[in-house]
């Protein structure tokens, strides 16, 4: 079998490019002048076609991977983070420990919101899940919203085993956050803390909804009852 390389990778995916897909990626995740994904580029690839790929290319040498990451299409950095992913989910713990270094070290290249949510809570969570958590703390005190968006998305790992200090505890950190990202972001995990422990969920939110921004609550109760969601939106609670 022929050793896989960055340059195959990247000729597989470029093969599968769509200029009307491009167009309306680049518009989606806000690639223009003063936008969040400002100067991104994209190949017009959605993300089943990069997943039935990746089955092509799976085990992919790290240094591929990491040429990958390093990518100006937003697309081929999407691909990287799947592999890592992959990879990790598959690997023992040597392997774990490199690919969570790997992601770590080269973050700045996890930067839109599809990558870092398909990837935070499968790598950054996983790997902290019996040691010290402190990094998530110190990625949601960075000045780069990335940083703090994989901060939260990395709890949804505990989130789903019923652990939730560390979501709770995060999401009082980026609370009073500038960014409609990490509003969405909080908002998201508090749901689905809420999906698992109402209780639990309601009273964050009475301690805190008539300061929280209006998204993360709109996200926060967007399951419950309409009467409840009511009462939320209107401060009667």
Not at 185 to 203: C, T
Request: hydrophobic content about 40%; overall charge positive.
């Amino acid at each position: 079998m022929a050793k896989i390389t960055a340059a195959a990778m990247k000729a597989s995916l470029r093969a599968l490019a769509d200029e009307t897909i491009a167009e309306h990626s680049a518009r989606f995740f806000k690639s223009g002048k003063g936008e969040y994904g400002e100067g991104d580029k994209f190949l017009g690839i959605r993300v089943p076609t990069l997943r039935q790929a990746l089955r092509q290319f799976r085990g992919a040498p790290e240094v591929a991977v990491l040429a990958m990451l390093k990518s100006p299409y937003h697309e081929e950095r999407l691909f990287a983070v799947l592999l890592l992913v992959d990879a990790y989910g598959r690997g023992d713990q040597e392997a774990k420990d490199r690919i969570y270094a790997i992601y770590m070290d080269h973050r700045e290249y996890v930067n839109n919101w599809d990558l870092v949510d398909s990837s935070a809570h499968k790598i950054v969570g996983p790997h902290l899940q019996g040691g010290q958590r402190e990094v998530l703390y110190s990625l949601a005190e960075s000045s780069c919203v990335w940083d703090r968006r994989i901060a939260m998305m990395a709890t949804y790992c505990y989130i789903r085993q019923d652990d939730y200090r560390d979501a709770l505890n995060i999401a009082r950190v980026l609370l009073q956050d500038q960014h409609d990202l990490i509003h969405k972001v909080v908002g998201w995990m508090l749901r689905e803390i809420g999906k698992r422990n109402r209780a639990l969920e309601e009273r964050f939110l009475q301690a805190s909804y008539k300061e929280m921004p209006r998204t993360t609550l709109r996200y926060a109760i967007e399951k419950f009852p309409p009467a409840r969601r009511k009462a939320y939106l209107s401060g009667n609670v």
